[in-house]
């Protein structure tokens, strides 16, 4: 969607070089249709600011994809016909920044967005070349719409597992919009005024903000080559296997 004045000049008047980042934002939206989702509007706030910084955008929209349920990296392994994680997995993992979008269900976060999220969990057995966790070195970030209360919590849901997992959260790593409580438009909808939510400055701030410390933070990371390992190298942890910091290649 477009951005508002203010989300235009500060794209218009950034200095920093982000052109060698890559991100990927999941919707897990429950509608099929990606162009009938509420959520997509607001994570396109996130994707306009970052596209316009030339960061590489692509946008997952995981209702239309066969997603096994699981806690394995490939689920056909394990008694599923298909499972299209595999190749999402491969964009994800190659993404310095990760927003995962979700509406709004009886206080909670879609069942599409658990699912991710699981299937997100079942790669934490896989690490990088400094033994951490293979999310180490990336940034994660959310976004949550509907018409009911719960956008903190889903928020708080999202960005725990992320930061689990090993993924950075920046300061401000989330933003959401909901109207008022119960039945009633969602982000986008026609309203006397116009589109719900576009001018709701509170939204629009803190998805610019969000936006903004993602890349920055991923810059930062990128730039210190990931977080250093001295303490969280996973294979210091094996079985009667001590690791010599002071010579890495060698165990003591």
């Given at each position: 969607m477009?951005?508002?004045?203010t989300q235009s000049e500060l794209c218009d008047t950034n200095t920093n070089d982000f052109s060698d980042l890559r991100a990927v934002i999941i919707n897990t939206s429950l509608k099929r249709?990606?162009?009938?989702?509420?959520?997509k509007l607001l994570l396109s706030v996130a994707g306009e600011i970052m596209?316009?910084?030339?960061?590489?955008?692509?946008v997952i929209h995981a209702a239309a994809h066969q997603i096994a349920y699981g806690v394995q990296p490939d689920m056909t392994e394990h008694g599923w016909e298909r499972d299209d994680w595999p190749a999402l997995w491969q964009k994800i993992k190659a993404a310095d920044i990760l927003i995962i979008g979700t509406?709004?269900?009886?206080?909670?976060e879609s069942s599409i967005c658990r699912l991710v999220i699981e299937r997100l969990y079942a790669m934490s057995g896989l690490l990088n070349d400094k033994g951490q966790s293979v999310f180490y070195g990336k940034t994660g970030g959310a976004v949550v719409t509907g018409n009911e209360?719960?956008?903190k919590h889903?928020?708080?849901?999202?960005?725990y597992a992320l930061g689990h997992l090993g993924y950075t959260i920046p300061p401000q790593a989330d933003c959401g919009w909901i109207g008022e409580?119960?039945?009633?438009?969602?982000?986008?909808d026609e309203i006397e005024g116009g589109p719900a939510g576009f001018d709701n400055e509170f939204t629009q701030r803190n998805a610019t903000i969000m936006t903004w410390n993602l890349m920055h933070m991923a810059r930062m990371l990128k730039d210190a080559g990931g977080l250093p390992n001295h303490g969280n190298d996973r294979n210091a942890w094996q079985a009667g296997c001590r690791f010599d910091y002071e010579n890495p290649e060698h165990r003591v």
């Open positions: 477009p951005l508002n004045a249709a990606e162009a009938e989702s509420h959520t596209t316009r910084n030339k960061v590489s955008v692509e509406p709004i269900w009886l206080g909670e209360d719960g956008v889903c928020a708080m849901t999202i960005l409580a119960g039945p009633g438009p969602s982000y986008g």
